[in-house]
């Protein structure tokens, strides 16, 4: 396995936390427009205004946000549940230099042992997206 491959599952949090974005990306009145990404401070200051002129569209925005993040830490949770000792082992196996063979074959495990929760996850995430399309187009009536 490459080293691009096995460093998938230590990027596993940013992975979740990305899969939000295709909802918050749309249009000026979300975060993702161009030039209004996230700073040292949170977003800019049009981001503000935005939610001043587009409150419905921010409304959208902020449920699907929190929606994704419950999606986030169900997701999370089921993992430490089921995967406690694999999650362990990958841990231990990893930490000294993630790109060893036993690390790869840790992470190979935890990935197998976090399918279903994972999948739970990308399900109701999708849902979440659903969600703020149907509330977008309501929005735009």
Known sequence: MTKK???ALA???LILAAMAIPVAARGPAGPGFPGEGPGPHGFGSSAVL???IYPCRS?????ARTCTDTADAAGLTCVEAACGSTIDTARAACASDPSTADCSTARDALRTCAQACLTTRNDAAGSCRTTA???LDTCAQ
């Open 5 to 7: 491959t096995s460093g």
């Open 133 to 135: 399309d149907e509330c």
């Open 59 to 63: 409304a959208c925005f902020d449920a």
């Open 11 to 13: 990027a596993l949090p």
């Open 50 to 52: 935005d939610q001043l």
